[in-house]
Each structure stands twice: as C-alpha cells, then as structure tokens.
C-alpha cells in the first residue's frame, strides 16, 4: 500500500493555464505538507496544513492555492502557470509538525 | 537566516565507511533528520533524532549545531541524493541543498 501518492507523476503543459496536482495519504496523519523541489534540487517547504488548516504559507506567489477536503488530502491548485514554475513538486504528511515526515513520490511538472 | 548546510557532493569506493556532514544555523532547532532520495521516487527518512543513532548501516552523529550521516561498508546502489534537514518549532522541516554521493567500484 502507497502511504502518501501524488498524481500525476508527469505533468507538461503550456504557460497561462491552471493545473491541479491531487496528493493523499493513508496513515491517518494530522499535518500535511508541499514542498518544491527546484533544478538544483533544493527542497523547499510552501505550505503546511495541519487537520484542513493552513499553519504555514512561505513566500509563495498567490498563483498557488492549497486545499484539503479533508484531513487525508492535500491538493495544489496552480492558477496562469509560468516558466519558473517548473520543478519537482513534493507532497508529504507526518502525525504532528515536529514528527518525521513521509514523502509522496513527486510530481515533476514541466511548462513550454 | 535559518538555513542547513550540507556539501553538494561526496565521493566514495566500494566498502568504505562514508561521511556526510551537515551543520544549521536554524534557530530553536534541536533534532536532525537525514534522507535518501532516489530520482523519482519518495525521499525516505534514513534516521532521525536530537542524539546519536543507528539503523542498520546508517549511523548519525549529533551536536547542537551539527551533524553527520555515516554509511557503513558503501555499496554502488547507495549512489543517490542525501538530504539533511532540520525542524524548527512553529514551522516546518527545512531541508539543506542535498548531498549527491558517488560510489565507484
């Protein structure tokens, strides 16, 4: 069983449209998160939710909007996308904020 | 500025012991987290803690503001990305730049 998956795993698409990237996790975990993964492989966090509420929201253009329809999913909503935003995208979940954190496989998006 | 440090790259033979240091400047941090990421797929935390620790071939050293990930009798198949990241409280996990070691036979 997938703890944490992400679909799709490959998304190519062109600049100005909007894009979902769906991720779930079936531990039963509190806290779920986004990280994005750039080209020099840098993790980097952009959004913690922890029981459907948003605890962290870093420096991220408001393109980007996280939901979670329930505690089990974290979903990303990427409006007019642009050439930067290609990159590795990240989900993760952990049972409280401060607990290891288990990874979704990445969903590598690319914009022409 | 809250940050992780880690080397870009590291080199080994087969059957050494290999050592991947990494120190923080982040503050109110007190516990390490080391994983292992192979492209695409998960990273995958290799061990974890706010003190010395073991699991299988991997072992951790630990001081307040540093530590290191040892990986025992190195294999090719270890070849991969090592990840150093620290947990600030009231935040998140925040991840060094990544580690790419190279394994030669």
């Known amino acids: 069983d997938t703890a944490v998956s992400q679909t799709p795993k490959y998304l190519v698409t062109q600049m100005g449209n909007d894009k979902s990237i769906k991720c779930e996790q079936n531990?039963?975990?509190?806290?779920m998160y986004w990280y994005k993964q750039d080209s020099k492989k840098f993790l980097k966090i952009m959004f913690s939710y922890n029981n459907k509420e948003l605890i962290i929201n870093e420096t991220v253009p408001n393109r980007f909007s996280p939901k979670s329809p329930d505690k089990a999913h974290l979903n990303l909503h990427i409006n007019s996308l642009e050439l930067g935003d290609s990159a590795v995208y990240f989900c993760a979940s952990s049972q409280d904020e401060g607990s290891e954190q288990y990874f979704g496989p990445g969903t590598r998006l690319t914009v022409t | 500025k809250d940050q992780v440090f880690q080397p870009s790259t590291v080199a080994s033979s087969e059957g050494a012991v290999v050592e991947i240091f990494c120190n923080h400047s982040?503050?109110?941090?007190?516990?390490f987290f080391w994983y292992l990421h192979f492209p695409g797929c998960a990273p995958r935390l290799l061990v974890k803690?706010?003190?010395?620790?073991q699991q299988g071939r991997y072992n951790m050293t630990y001081e307040r503001f540093s530590s290191s990930l040892l990986i025992l009798q190195v294999r090719e198949a270890d070849a991969a990305v090592y990840y150093c990241?620290?947990?600030?409280?009231?935040?998140?996990?925040?991840f060094g730049k990544g580690t790419t070691l190279s394994v030669s036979s």
């Open positions: 982040v503050s109110n941090a007190y516990n």
């Open positions: 531990l039963g975990h509190d806290t």
């Open positions: 803690g706010s003190k010395p620790s």
């Open positions: 990241a620290c947990y600030q409280a009231g935040t998140a996990l925040i």
